[in-house]
């Protein structure tokens, strides 16, 4: 419960630095064609995006999220989106594909 507090007043290096060092990284996720990387620390979930996608540069962005409830929420959220892109939108060969035409 203190480092969440906490780390909501780091400057944005030592948040970084402290994700790297104490943090699990769960994994990325593409997003407009940039990646975004999730990390865990202890009871909650920090998500950055870093400059050119590289996590030896400075963060863009990040989103904290402060409970499981929240990242489930959020990843509802955007596994919602996926179902829409690619099952709504009808995707064949990265090239949407309109309703009544055909895949081959």
Same mark, same amino acid.
Do not use: C
């Given at each position: 419960?203190?480092?969440?507090?906490?780390?909501?007043?780091?400057?944005?290096?030592?948040?970084?630095? $402290?994700?790297? @060092?104490?943090?699990? +990284?769960?994994?990325? =996720?593409?997003?407009?064609?940039? !990646?975004?990387?999730?990390?865990?620390?202890?009871?909650?979930?920090?998500?950055?995006? $870093?400059?050119? @996608?590289?996590?030896? +540069?400075?963060?863009? =962005?990040?989103?904290?999220?402060? !409970?499981?409830?929240?990242?489930?929420?959020?990843?509802?959220?955007?596994?919602?989106?996926?179902?829409?892109?690619?099952?709504?939108?009808?995707?064949?060969?990265?090239?949407?594909?309109?309703?009544?035409?055909?895949?081959?």
């Amino acid at each position: 419960m203190i480092l969440k507090w906490a780390f909501r007043y780091f400057s944005e290096s030592k948040k970084i630095d $402290y994700l790297k @060092d104490q943090g699990i +990284m769960l994994g990325t =996720r593409i997003r407009l064609g940039r !990646t975004i990387y999730l990390y865990m620390l202890r009871d909650f979930f920090v998500e950055v995006m $870093y400059q050119n @996608d590289n996590v030896d +540069m400075n963060p863009e =962005r990040l989103k904290t999220f402060t !409970t499981v409830s929240n990242l489930n929420t959020y990843l509802e959220k955007i596994s919602g989106r996926l179902f829409d892109l690619f099952f709504t939108q009808g995707f064949h060969h990265g090239s949407p594909i309109k309703a009544g035409d055909s895949t081959t």
